[in-house]
Nanobody
Framework: QVQLVESGGGLVQAGGSLRLSCAAS????????MAWFRQVPGKEREFVAA????????NYVDAVKGRFTISRDNAKNRVYLQMNSLKPEDTAIYYC???????????????????WGQGTQVTVSS
C-alpha cells in the first residue's frame, strides 16, 4: 500500500511558476512509477507527466513540454512537478499517482495507476 499526499498548489498569475510536491509512504518508493494527472470539473482526468522508478525516464503531454519538469527524490519518497510559464488553461486539480513497476518502466495510462492522492488545486489567472 502506498499513500500519496500532494501539496504546493495555489493561485498564480499567467507566466508564473509553481512547484507541486507529492509525499509517498512506504519503504520501496523506487519500485513505483509515478505520474501527475490533472482534471478540470466536467472533463476527464488527463495525463500530464510521468517518471520511472529510477528517475531515468520521463514523459510529458505535448501541452506542457518545455514548461513542466517532473522529478523524484527516492531518498525522500517524493515526486515533484515544477511548472513554469503557467497558462490559464493549466488551471485544474492536479493528482499524484503511483504504479508498482520495474524501475525502468514508465506509464501514461490512467488505468495503470493503482494509488492516487487527494489532489491539489492549481489556478492560473489571466
Amino acid at each position: 500500500q502506498v499513500q500519496l499526499v500532494e501539496s504546493g498548489g495555489g493561485l498564480v498569475q499567467a507566466g508564473g511558476s509553481l512547484r507541486l510536491s507529492c509525499a509517498a509512504s512506504g519503504r520501496t518508493f523506487n519500485n513505483y512509477a509515478m505520474a501527475w494527472f490533472r482534471q478540470v470539473p466536467g472533463k476527464e482526468r488527463e495525463f500530464v507527466a510521468a517518471v520511472s522508478g529510477s528517475g531515468g525516464s520521463t514523459n510529458y503531454v505535448d501541452a506542457v513540454k518545455g514548461r513542466f519538469t517532473i522529478s523524484r527524490d527516492n531518498a525522500k519518497n517524493r515526486v515533484y512537478l515544477q511548472m513554469n510559464s503557467l497558462k490559464p488553461e493549466d488551471t485544474a486539480i492536479y493528482y499524484c499517482a503511483a504504479a508498482q513497476a520495474r524501475r525502468i518502466n514508465i506509464f501514461v495510462r490512467e488505468s495503470t495507476y493503482d494509488y492516487w492522492g487527494q489532489g491539489t488545486q492549481v489556478t492560473v489567472s489571466s
